[in-house]
């Protein structure tokens, strides 16, 4: 299984970046997809995840101004962040868990900086 993930980039405070991940590969129907993010310093977190039922968990530092979702065909979850703040500067992995597996996309860089 492999993970392109892309959105990352360098923003200023309070816009918005719209993330992709899309997984090839064999893919067992049921699973998770989620995005995490690790900061210079910090334990890698849980941003944001979607079960291919369509239920969704949020961390509580981005819930309200983020948005999980997926596409099911495309194998693709996306996460729509609004409202960007500095703390949220950090390298974001997205990740697909399956069975016990867990499979690791490689990360983009996000720079939230006036």
């Known amino acids: 299984v492999q993970l392109q993930a892309s959105g990352g980039g360098l923003v200023q405070p309070g816009e918005s970046l719209r993330f992709s991940c899309a997984a090839s590969g064999i893919i067992f129907s049921v699973n998770t997809m989620g995005w995490y993010r690790q900061a210079p310093g910090k334990q890698r977190e849980l941003v944001a995840a979607?079960?291919?039922?369509?239920?969704?968990n949020y961390a509580d530092s981005v819930k309200g101004r983020s948005t999980i979702s997926r596409d099911n065909v495309k194998n693709t979850v996306y996460l729509q962040m609004n409202s960007l703040k500095p703390e949220d500067t950090a390298v974001y992995f997205c990740n697909v868990a399956t069975y016990g597996v867990t499979y690791w996309g490689k990360g983009t860089q996000v720079t939230v900086s006036s």
């Open positions: 979607i079960t291919s039922g369509g239920s969704t």
